[in-house]
């Protein structure tokens, strides 16, 4: 709860008031490692907040092989924002990596809260920028930076994340095979 509060107040200050009717939204969940919040064919229904623990967010590619797009992590929201908006099926996995905590605001009952704490919509239009921002930094890294470039920018901007997900996801994730990861570790310690 407390960590929800403490992300918030970093875009938008709420008054007590205002977190009380915040609070009053919001459910708690436990997720298991390998448990899924979404699997394709479902319709994502909530916006979860990662109050500890990591989820991926995949699909599988024609060959058959998962293809991560992005990690949630401690303080940050997930979910799949095209399935939540339009409620269609997914065409996407959410899949916890390890022992999650989650708070959850169900999109059913979004815009009564937008309603009643208005400030609530402007720190979701600021994360959403935030989010939107990484994206297109993403997006710019896979097209100019070569595989091992992406693999040492990556290691460098979150250094404590690599050691917490196993290699084969963060191979999936910069868009190469885990034997290609491996001869860039190796390289390294070399």
């Known amino acids: 709860m407390q960590g929800l509060l403490n992300h918030i107040q970093k875009f938008v200050v709420l008054s007590e008031e205002e977190q009380e009717i915040l609070l009053s939204y919001i459910t708690y ?18 916006n979860y907040f990662i109050l500890q623990g990591c989820f991926r967010l995949y699909y599988m590619n024609d060959n058959g ?33 390890e022992p999650t905590r989650i708070a959850v605001l169900k999109k059913s009952i979004q815009e009564e809260l937008f309603n009643k704490v ?19 930094m993403r997006i710019k890294y896979i097209y100019t930076f070569t595989g091992e ?22 191979a999936s994730y910069l868009g190469f095979t885990p034997e290609f990861l491996s001869k860039i570790r190796g390289k390294k310690e070399k």
């Open 29 to 46: 969940h436990e997720v298991n490692k390998k448990d899924y919040l979404l699997r394709q064919g479902q319709i994502c229904s909530a």
């Open 65 to 97: 092989t998962e293809q991560i797009l992005h990690f949630g992590i401690d303080n940050w929201w997930i979910a799949d924002y095209e399935s939540l908006e339009k409620q269609t099926p997914s065409e996407f996995y959410i899949q916890a990596i």
């Open 118 to 136: 208005p400030k609530m919509e402007r720190y979701f239009r600021l994360v959403f920028q935030k989010a939107y921002t990484a994206s297109q």
């Open 149 to 170: 470039e992406r693999y040492h920018h990556f290691n460098k901007s979150f250094p404590g994340f690599v050691q917490r997900i196993p290699q084969y996801m963060l």
